[in-house]
T-cell receptor
Framework: DADVTQTPRNRITKTGKRIMLECSQTKGHDRMYWYRQDPGLGLRLIYY???????NKGEISDGYSVSRQAQAKFSLSLESAIPNQTALYFC??????????????FGPGTRLTVL | AQTVTQSQPEMSVQEAETVTLSCTYD???????LFWYKQPPSRQMILVIRQEAYKQQNATENRFSVNFQKAAKSFSLKISDSQLGDAAMYFCAFSTSGTYKYIFGTGTRLKVLA
């Protein structure tokens, strides 16, 4: 079984709809991240959480919100989706006790299309 | 602010040949980490190789090696004996020891020609 899972894997929605992307991990990591990937722009950080009560904005948080329901679950919401939020979304985790590399482990991604 | 630049949007290499992907970064930090991730058509982000800035020795993982030039702020990836399965998007990423956040480059798409 995958260590970091994301649901759904693909989603098509309409402008104005509320969308939630979910991320779960079985790695026991305390840190979780949400990124979006756009062609030619690489991956950009939306939100990150260092534990259940510590949530921080990344470089492109406008239009998004998150919820850390438990150490293993981190959800990303688009309150009112717009077409320029069409992108590939990744969840990632890392372990604060995992040594000095800061290595992040990625989920399989969610392809979101907003019409 | 830290930045990561990958100046080659696309590269091609013949099977069994060697290719080098470029990455430069800008930071005022002295303690940081650098990574190369591979993203095949499956979309999964796969860690290829990593380097700690304080280590002068270049990291190597089988056919993958890096040329880390700290003074020049350069971190290139060399793939030897290229295989068809190496075809993917490659991302360079930077992280400082304090922030634990990644900053990614824009990626290089590698094509491997049979």
């Amino acid at each position: 079984d995958a260590d970091v899972t994301q649901t759904p894997r693909n989603r098509i929605t309409k402008t104005g709809k509320r969308i939630m992307l979910e991320c779960s991990q079985t790695k026991g990591h305390d840190r979780m991240y949400w990124y979006r990937q756009d062609p030619g722009l690489g991956l950009r950080l939306i939100y990150y959480s260092f534990d259940v009560k510590d949530i921080n904005k990344g470089e492109i948080s406008d239009g998004y919100s998150v919820s850390r329901q438990a150490q293993a679950k981190f959800s990303l919401s688009l309150e009112s989706a717009i077409p320029n939020q069409t992108a590939l979304y990744f969840c990632a985790t890392s372990d604060s006790k995992g040594g000095s590399y800061n290595e992040q482990f990625f989920g399989p991604g969610t392809r979101l299309t907003v019409l | 602010a830290q930045t990561v630049t990958q100046s080659q949007p696309e590269m091609s290499v013949q099977e069994a040949e060697t290719v080098t992907l470029s990455c430069t970064y800008d930071t005022s930090e002295s303690d940081y980490y650098l990574f190369w991730y591979k993203q095949p058509p499956s979309r999964q982000m796969i860690l290829v190789i990593r380097q700690e800035a304080y280590k002068q020795q270049n990291a190597t993982e089988n056919r993958f090696s890096v040329n880390f030039q700290k003074a020049a702020k350069s971190f290139s990836l060399k793939i030897s004996d290229s295989q068809l399965g190496d075809a993917a998007m490659y991302f360079c990423a930077f992280s400082t020891s304090g922030t634990y956040k990644y900053i990614f480059g824009t990626g290089t798409r590698l094509k491997v020609l049979a």
